[in-house]
């Protein structure tokens, strides 16, 4: 059995690294299945704790690691992670910033700026006294652990790198073991955000069903562009005779014809189509413009379209061809030259009305009503090929990655820094992949990628970045525990606590704002999946969701890129 201890007990071999890297990886996420308080988890985070325990038990047995092996995948992996990440917020990066979301966007903002505040309070005040607290670098793994940010700890991780490779003196003692401060703070993290929205639903005596019945008559009427169907009958003498796209002028109005009863005959209309009084049309438009274009062409009417002499169907189409990527759906011409009319279109779960300016991207989901022969024409046209869908697109993430790591690595001079700013392995790419997600069709790059391709890539990178840190931390760990490590608890406990509740009570008094909707945007500050879970959970609706979602892009953005600077700025 010689062999199979030197395989396991000889650091440096290709196979002892993957050996070892596999039973960090194994074992942290068993314990992360398995281990729950509540149906609250800390989830793929065990896999730093294993490797900090393994790297802790490789030091008491002398054995070596090779630190270039470790270093390339700990990088290689932090890069994998925050791209996928930056591809899957990207196209609602900027929509959440524009349509809807100050509000909420705002009290994320502040919950990061306020963490970092209470984070330098604690330093500049308690540095004196408590030695733990006068080592900045640690001070922001401990940050990063509050808030539950592993990009962050990437972030900062990264940053120290950049800064010990320009001035290898600045640390005589070895680049500080952030991890660890990281580590001691995500447990109570994670119970801070949780008791947090528990503390502010019980200080406001929050009425579950007043808050869902407040935000359902709120939001009810909030659908400029959620499709509204409906029949008409042509009322209006004034239109007799004039095309659907004479009509569509004078109406102002953005809307979708998809079947006509004329004479007892139905037809496919298209722009030209000449409109008779009594003629009865299939309309499909935004909610909001429901009402105007009644009022003008015609009442609302019934009509069972599914009995009557020409066969028309309905169906749904995926756009796959790349080539449609970045097209408006009004170039397709679908009805002038296909003889359909596309009525609706799904992208990311939301359902948008598709209208002629709209533009396309591989993987939308199109709703198309005509016969089934010109369907079929129109799905040769668009693509409607699953099968393609499944490729992966390396050619967008590995152009992403080599672009947004030499976008990374731009020095920026700022004035009074000895060393110049660089977003580094983990902002390049990050900003390189928002990009990308939201105009890559620009430059015919498609950004699609299928949920579990996207979930793989995102994970990999995670549990590699997670288990090179913990264990090349774990040598240090028990050190920094037993020389005032339990500092970090407390810590990052007033980190995490404080400007949530301070942001709660400001959006709940000044803006009144939605308890669920408050408790999502909460998650989605800190980026927090347990914290969401648990928000759900007692919400029993999917409103804390909505406020989660609106806030991750730009929390995710503002976490990875605060680390950076507060290294870059206090450490440098």
């Given at each position: 059995?010689?062999?199979?201890?030197?395989?396991?007990?000889?650091?440096?071999?290709?196979?002892?690294?993957?050996?070892?890297?596999?039973?960090?990886?194994?074992?942290?996420?068993?314990?992360?299945?398995?281990?729950?308080?509540?149906?609250?988890?800390?989830?793929?985070?065990?896999?730093?704790?294993?490797?900090?325990?393994?790297?802790?038990?490789?030091?008491?047995?002398?054995?070596?690691?090779?630190?270039?092996?470790?270093?390339?995948?700990?990088?290689?992996?932090?890069?994998?992670?925050?791209?996928?990440?930056?591809?899957?917020?990207?196209?609602?990066?900027?929509?959440?910033?524009?349509?809807?979301?100050?509000?909420?966007?705002?009290?994320?903002?502040?919950?990061?700026?306020?963490?970092?505040?209470?984070?330098?309070?604690?330093?500049?005040?308690?540095?004196?006294?408590?030695?733990?607290?006068?080592?900045?670098?640690?001070?922001?793994?401990?940050?990063?652990?509050?808030?539950?940010?592993?990009?962050?700890?990437?972030?900062?991780?990264?940053?120290?790198?950049?800064?010990?490779?320009?001035?290898?003196?600045?640390?005589?003692?070895?680049?500080?073991?952030?991890?660890?401060?990281?580590?001691?703070?995500?447990?109570?993290?994670?119970?801070?955000?949780?008791?947090?929205?528990?503390?502010?639903?019980?200080?406001?005596?929050?009425?579950?069903?007043?808050?869902?019945?407040?935000?359902?008559?709120?939001?009810?009427?909030?659908?400029?562009?959620?499709?509204?169907?409906?029949?008409?009958?042509?009322?209006?003498?004034?239109?007799?005779?004039?095309?659907?796209?004479?009509?569509?002028?004078?109406?102002?109005?953005?809307?979708?014809?998809?079947?006509?009863?004329?004479?007892?005959?139905?037809?496919?209309?298209?722009?030209?189509?000449?409109?008779?009084?009594?003629?009865?049309?299939?309309?499909?438009?935004?909610?909001?413009?429901?009402?105007?274009?009644?009022?003008?062409?015609?009442?609302?009417?019934?009509?069972?379209?599914?009995?009557?002499?020409?066969?028309?169907?309905?169906?749904?189409?995926?756009?796959?061809?790349?080539?449609?990527?970045?097209?408006?759906?009004?170039?397709?011409?679908?009805?002038?030259?296909?003889?359909?009319?596309?009525?609706?279109?799904?992208?990311?779960?939301?359902?948008?009305?598709?209208?002629?300016?709209?533009?396309?991207?591989?993987?939308?989901?199109?709703?198309?009503?005509?016969?089934?022969?010109?369907?079929?024409?129109?799905?040769?046209?668009?693509?409607?090929?699953?099968?393609?869908l499944d490729k992966p697109n390396l050619l967008t993430l590995f152009v992403g990655?080599?672009?947004?790591?030499?976008?990374?690595?731009?020095?920026?001079?700022?004035?009074?820094?000895?060393?110049?700013?660089?977003?580094?392995?983990?902002?390049?790419?990050?900003?390189?992949?928002?990009?990308?997600?939201?105009?890559?069709?620009?430059?015919?790059?498609?950004?699609?990628?299928?949920?579990?391709?996207?979930?793989?890539?995102?994970?990999?990178?995670?549990?590699?970045?997670?288990?090179?840190?913990?264990?090349?931390?774990?040598?240090?760990?028990?050190?920094?525990?037993?020389?005032?490590?339990?500092?970090?608890?407390?810590?990052?406990?007033?980190?995490?606590?404080?400007?949530?509740?301070?942001?709660?009570?400001?959006?709940?008094?000044?803006?009144?704002?939605?308890?669920?909707?408050?408790?999502?945007?909460?998650?989605?500050?800190?980026?927090?999946?347990?914290?969401?879970?648990?928000?759900?959970?007692?919400?029993?609706?999917?409103?804390?969701?909505?406020?989660?979602?609106?806030?991750?892009?730009?929390?995710?953005?503002?976490?990875?890129?605060?680390?950076?600077?507060?290294?870059?700025?206090?450490?440098?």
């Open positions: 059995m010689q062999w199979l201890i030197d395989l396991l007990l000889t650091g440096g071999g290709v196979a002892h690294t993957v050996i070892l890297y596999s039973f960090v990886i194994a074992f942290g996420v068993f314990l992360g299945n398995k281990l729950k308080i509540k149906s609250v988890s800390l989830g793929v985070t065990w896999i730093l704790f294993v490797g900090i325990l393994v790297g802790d038990l490789l030091k008491r047995a002398n054995v070596v690691e090779n630190m270039d092996v470790l270093n390339f995948v700990q990088d290689f992996g932090l890069i994998l992670f925050v791209f996928s990440i930056g591809l899957q917020v990207g196209p609602s990066f900027f929509t959440s910033l524009m349509h809807g979301g100050l509000k909420a966007n705002g009290i994320a903002a502040g919950i990061v700026l306020l963490n970092i505040v209470v984070m330098l309070v604690l330093y500049f005040s308690c540095r004196n006294f408590i030695p733990a607290a006068d080592n900045l670098p640690m001070l922001v793994g401990t940050l990063c652990g509050a808030v539950t940010n592993t990009p962050g700890l990437g972030a900062a991780t990264a940053a120290l790198d950049q800064i010990n490779g320009m001035n290898p003196h600045l640390f005589p003692d070895g680049i500080p073991a952030i991890a660890n401060g990281y580590a001691c703070a995500y447990p109570l993290g994670v119970v801070g955000i949780i008791l947090s929205i528990i503390i502010i639903r019980i200080v406001f005596n929050v009425n579950f069903k007043q808050e869902e019945d407040h935000f359902n008559k709120r939001n009810g009427n909030n659908e400029a562009v959620k499709p509204h169907l409906m029949t008409i009958e042509v009322f209006n003498p004034a239109i007799n005779g004039k095309s659907i796209m004479q009509v569509h002028n004078f109406i102002g109005r953005d809307f979708v014809c998809s079947r006509l009863l004329h004479d007892g005959h139905i037809t496919v209309p298209n722009r030209d189509t000449l409109l008779t009084k009594g003629d009865r049309l299939f309309v499909v438009c935004a909610s909001e413009d429901a009402e105007a274009i009644c009022a003008f062409i015609g009442p609302e009417t019934e009509l069972d379209w599914e009995v009557q002499d020409v066969k028309m169907v309905s169906k749904k189409l995926t756009v796959t061809h790349s080539r449609i990527n970045g097209k408006t759906l009004g170039s397709l011409h679908p009805s002038s030259m296909f003889g359909v009319n596309v009525t609706r279109l799904y992208r990311s779960g939301i359902e948008l009305f598709a209208s002629p300016s709209l533009i396309l991207q591989v993987g939308d989901i199109i709703t198309t009503v005509g016969p089934e022969d010109a369907i079929e024409r129109f799905a040769n046209r668009i693509g409607d090929s699953k099968q393609a990655i080599l672009v947004g790591i030499v976008f990374g690595m731009i020095p920026i001079a700022i004035p009074g820094m000895s060393v110049p700013v660089k977003l580094g392995l983990a902002g390049g790419p990050l900003i390189i992949a928002i990009i990308l997600g939201r105009f890559g069709y620009k430059i015919k790059l498609v950004a699609y990628t299928t949920n579990s391709a996207s979930l793989m890539i995102r994970d990999i990178g995670l549990v590699l970045f997670l288990a090179s840190v913990g264990i090349k931390a774990g040598g240090n760990f028990v050190d920094t525990v037993m020389n005032g490590g339990i500092h970090y608890v407390w810590i990052g406990f007033l980190i995490t606590f404080l400007p949530l509740i301070i942001m709660g009570v400001f959006a709940r008094v000044k803006w009144h704002m939605n308890y669920f909707l408050l408790s999502g945007i909460i998650s989605g500050a800190t980026t927090d999946p347990p914290a969401l879970a648990f928000s759900q959970a007692q919400a029993n609706n999917g409103i804390p969701s909505v406020g989660y979602s609106t806030v991750y892009p730009l929390a995710m953005f503002l976490r990875i890129v605060t680390a950076q600077i507060l290294i870059l700025v206090f450490c440098a």
